[in-house]
């Protein structure tokens, strides 16, 4: 019987979801892993020997020992230069594995990198132009080249010159893989509170980031998700609002929960943050109970893993956040913290037996 894990973000994203994905992988060895990425959100890992990775279309999972097929789902947003990059960075893990993608992902291209560009700004998008390709595909034009469907030969090529077996395939193929697996794990992308309908519109990203949605845009059904692990982090964060070169602000990346406030990284004794795709400094928050409540009921999560311990001042601060997060749980049904994160390596993954 096929079973699934999945991983999914809690707050407004970066919560250590790579990290995650690359622990859960090397321990509970997927032999397939899949995603839904877009080029305009980051996931990192650091393995116990040192080995950084920082991916945008791989999935961290790649590091499994028994992985066997990784593959791209149909809602995924594709920068082919991009993925071969990624692909060529860890192809020493890819010996005996098949990367799928699924006829349908999005391919951006540089006119849609170009739309972004001179938009957008007001609401602080990354611009790697994965909303224009995700507003092409939904338009539907006949005939149409967003999709990979229009790239089997390009993809091919590319792939046998790095010697990689990197194919689109067909979707009838596409869910033999998932039917046949024996335990799939599932990387989501962003935040709940990112969620175009749950998050603050129009200072969103482009689509949910629930389970639901997830899953929906990977076609694996929901009952097959045995495990899901909701990822949040003791003092949350927002991307970089936009300046122009006279330090004015020309984007603001949006909102934040009544209950919580704006701080700074310097407040919180931390260096400051910086986003892994756009390379600019992040906001950061205190800790929401209202945020917590609202993810707890859309995202249900089996367990919880506690992201950035480490920047709590004080133990009594950190078992105040988790108390919010065990009476958020109870009340929905949910799982409660069973794992934390005290750096972002493999070694400072804290299990904790019976959870919090």
Same mark, same amino acid.
């Given at each position: 019987m096929t079973t699934a894990t999945l991983i999914c973000d809690m707050q407004f994203g970066s919560t250590g979801k790579g990290l995650v994905a690359g622990y859960l992988a090397e321990n509970e060895q997927p032999d397939v892993v899949v995603h839904a990425f877009g080029p305009n959100s980051g996931h990192t890992y650091i393995d116990r020997s040192g080995r950084k990775f920082v991916h945008c279309a791989v999935a961290n999972g790649?590091?499994?020992?028994?992985?066997? !097929?990784?593959?791209?789902?149909?809602?995924?947003?594709?920068?082919?230069?991009?993925?071969? &990059?990624e692909l060529?960075?860890?192809?020493?893990?890819? +010996?005996?594995v098949a990367v799928r993608i699924h006829p349908n992902a999005a391919i951006v291209s540089e006119a849609h990198i170009r739309k972004e560009s001179g938009s957008m700004t007001?609401?602080? &998008? !990354?611009?790697?132009?994965?909303?224009?390709?995700?507003? +092409?595909?939904?338009?539907?034009?006949?005939? &149409?080249?967003?999709?990979?469907?229009?790239q089997h030969d390009l993809v091919k090529r590319k792939g046998d010159a790095l010697?990689?077996?990197?194919?689109? !395939? &067909?979707?009838?193929? $596409?869910?033999?893989?998932l039917e046949g697996a024996n335990h799939i794990q599932i990387e989501g992308a962003q935040g709940y509170s990112l969620g175009i309908n749950s998050g603050f519109y129009p200072y969103t990203t482009s689509r949910e980031c629930t389970p639901a949605q997830i899953c929906s845009d990977i076609l694996v059904p929901m009952p097959m998700v045995s495990r899901v692990v909701g990822v949040m982090r003791t003092f949350p964060i927002r991307v970089a609002n936009r300046y122009d070169e006279q330090g004015n602000m020309i984007g603001w990346s949006g909102p934040h929960y009544q209950d919580q406030r704006e701080t700074s990284f310097e407040q919180i004794g931390q260096e400051v943050e910086h986003t892994t795709v756009t390379k600019l400094p992040r906001r950061v928050f205190t800790f929401s109970r209202e945020q917590t409540r609202l993810a707890?009921?859309?995202?249900?999560?089996?367990?919880?893993?506690?992201?950035?311990?480490? $920047?709590?001042?004080?133990?009594?601060?950190?078992?105040?956040?988790e108390g919010v997060i065990s009476e958020a749980a109870e009340d929905f049904g949910c799982g409660s913290v069973t794992m934390r994160t005290w750096g972002p390596t493999y070694d400072e993954v804290e299990r904790i037996e019976g959870g919090v």
């Open positions: 790649v590091v499994s020992p028994r992985l066997k !097929t990784h593959l791209i789902g149909p809602g995924a947003v594709l920068n082919l230069d991009l993925l071969f &990059s060529e960075d860890v192809k020493d893990l890819l +010996e005996g007001g609401i602080g &998008s !990354t611009k790697k132009g994965t909303g224009a390709a995700m507003i +092409e595909k939904i338009e539907r034009q006949v005939p &149409s080249g967003i999709t990979a469907n229009s010697s990689i077996d990197v194919r689109v !395939t &067909s979707h009838s193929d $596409y869910l033999a893989v707890m009921f859309q995202v249900r999560p089996t367990d919880v893993v506690m992201g950035f311990a480490n $920047y709590c001042w004080s133990t009594g601060h950190l078992h105040r956040i």
